[in-house]
Nanobody, 123 residues
Framework: VQLVESGGGEVQSGGSLRLSCAAFGFTFSSYWMYWVRQARGKGLEWVSGINFAGDREYYADSVKGRFSISRGLVKNTVFLQMNDLKPEDTAVYYC?????????????????WGQGTQVTVSS
């Protein structure tokens, strides 16, 4: 099983990035997919989740209206479109999967966990 994130980088405040997470080795359509982030020196913060069918999305208040999660039903990929980025969005962004709906902030609360991709927003 693998979750492979990509799309991170450095962007100026107000800019946009699109993160991707490719899933391998499990039945993608049977899992909720999530993005969780960790800023340096801080704990994990749940960011967003999407259900099996991709028709229900959930967001943390800190990103609501700026971030959008989606999933490809043909290709086993989940995306996080991040607009109007702020310096406080700077973090390592992890992709996670679980068969249940979760707002967990511990890696152990998810069945699968990616390696993470760094997002840096400069002011």
């Amino acid at each position: 099983v693998q979750l492979v994130e990509s799309g991170g980088g450095e962007v100026q405040s107000g800019g946009s990035l699109r993160l991707s997470c490719a899933a391998f080795g499990f039945t993608f359509s049977s899992y909720w997919m999530y993005w969780v982030r960790q800023a340096r020196g801080k704990g994990l913060e749940w960011v967003s989740g999407i259900n099996f069918a991709g028709d229900r999305e959930y967001y943390a208040d800190s990103v609501k209206g700026r971030f959008s999660i989606s999933r490809g039903l043909v290709k086993n990929t989940v995306f996080l479109q991040m607009n109007d980025l702020k310096p406080e969005d700077t973090a390592v962004y992890y992709c996670a999967a679980d068969p249940t709906r979760s707002h967990g902030t511990k890696e152990s609360e998810y069945s699968y966990w990616g390696q993470g991709t760094q997002v840096t927003v400069s002011s």
